[in-house]
């Protein structure tokens, strides 16, 4: 049966992270609107992953409908909260301990991907399946994750980075983050036995979805929606520097008095 979940811990975190923004906020004289948009984007992100029929359907029958989950905790809701950042406010977050260190480029992808490929491990995809503070564990890990892998990226964090990379290692470097989750993906799509026991015994909500085809499908949702926000990013970055090198260019003409 398809339920809509209600867990105190999520509505507990969301208050904390929407609270800790306000926090951050005061005193921030960069601080715009826009950062409070995000903001909300990004925890309605994590609410629709952890608290509607998404929630349900993961933990009880559909291996698709999971990695969709992952997809929302890892690579949809860190980009739309890090974006919720001014300057001013990344500022102060950097003072923490550890910080620093483990948002620097080389650091976060190989945090990320071990991520996810630890985490899509049979025997460790199927405990968390069978237990719910370690399942609790798993989407702090992903979200976790994904924060670090798109701090160097996104304007406002990578500004505090040791090693401030170019626009066009930024690309290079969205284009390597792909590769874990690429690799999670094609195992799941070529493969012709099921990898995750759980989903074996599951109940079957559509006619005919047999585990293998609900797990080659969730290779497909990995594998797809991951590439578009990561391509979201890359265009994102692609037009800025684009719009940077055409205004140079345009002042440059300006100072020689060409038209």
Known sequence: MITWPFDWTVYAGLALLFFGHAWLARGASDAQPRHTVYLLAGLATLWIALESPIDTMSDRYLDSVHML???????????????????????????????RPLTEPVQAQVIAAAVMIAWHLPPLYDATLRSEDLH????????????????????????????????????????LATLPQDGVALALIFSRVPFYEFYTHAPRLIEGLTPVIDQTIAGAVLMIFGKVTMAVAALAIFFRWFGAEHGSDRGIESRLGVR
């Open 69 to 99: 989950q992952h997809v929302l905790l890892g690579f949809v809701a860190p980009p739309l909260l890090l974006l919720s950042l001014s300057r001013e406010m990344v500022a102060r977050i950097v003072r923490a301990p550890g910080v």
């Open 136 to 175: 609790i564990v798993e989407h702090l890990t992903f979200i976790g994750a994904g924060l670090a892998l798109f701090w160097p990226v996104i304007e406002a964090t990578s500004e505090h980075a040791r090693w401030r990379m170019s626009a066009g290692a930024r690309l290079v470097y969205l284009l």
